[in-house]
């Protein structure tokens, strides 16, 4: 069983920061990998950033510049660091891990940016 923890959502200003962590914990060796997805009230869930255990990145042409994806593999925690936020963020925000090729996600972290 893996259980994925999300914490540092919450109501910002546009232009602000704010910085989500996500904690893996259950019985597994290691996780490849990690990252974060979001949804838009009426939207699909679309992917925002990935890192791989190596820490090769992948991110959304619409947060590149702006989203900084990290992890600790010590911790089993993947953290999105997201500057110059706009309205157009406003979502819930997903954990995402593989193990051996398997998916799991977390419940959900409200992020909502004011204009």
């Known amino acids: 069983q893996v259980q994925l923890v999300e914490s540092g959502g919450g109501l910002v200003q546009a232009g602000g920061s704010l910085r989500l962590s996500c904690a893996a914990s259950g019985s597994f060796f290691s996780i490849n990998l990690m990252g974060w997805y979001r949804q838009a009230p009426g939207k699909q869930r679309e992917l925002v950033a990935l890192?791989?255990?190596?820490?090769?990145?992948n991110y959304a042409d619409s947060v590149k510049g702006r989203f900084t994806i990290s992890r600790d593999n010590a911790k089993n925690a993947v953290y999105l660091q997201m500057n110059s936020l706009k309205p157009e963020d406003t979502a819930v925000y997903y954990c995402?891990?593989?193990?051996?090729?398997?998916?799991?996600w977390g419940q959900g972290t409200q992020v909502t940016v004011s204009s």
């Open positions: 995402y891990v593989t193990i051996l090729d398997r998916p799991y």
């Open positions: 890192i791989a255990s190596g820490g090769s990145t």
